[in-house]
């Protein structure tokens, strides 16, 4: 392989001696081939996320309405799952 610098001139080569390909699918390319998944979730409620009332709480529920921490993050994982759920429920 040849290197060439920002004009174009030639300025070495690079041989490989080896060269491994990973031909392991990827996700995307199990999705594009059809296949479905389960998705499950698990929320973590440890008392190291403070207790539900604690302003400063993961999993406090606000007065307003506005999702929680865990809940933007389900919402937003699940709207790019569901095209490839099996039964498109969770």
Request: hydrophobic letters at 40%; charged letters at 25%; a neutral charge.
């Amino acid at each position: 392989m040849e290197l060439k610098n920002k004009r174009g001139s030639n300025v070495g080569t690079i041989r490989f001696t080896t060269l491994k390909m990973d031909m392991r699918p990827s996700l995307l390319m199990y999705l594009e081939q059809g296949w479905k998944m389960d998705v499950s979730f698990v929320v973590d409620f440890t008392l190291s996320n403070l207790e539900i009332n604690d302003f400063r709480s993961l999993h406090r529920v606000h007065n307003n309405g506005d999702m929680n921490v865990y809940e933007k993050v389900l919402f937003e994982v699940c709207n790019v799952m569901t095209p490839y759920a099996r039964d498109g429920n969770f």
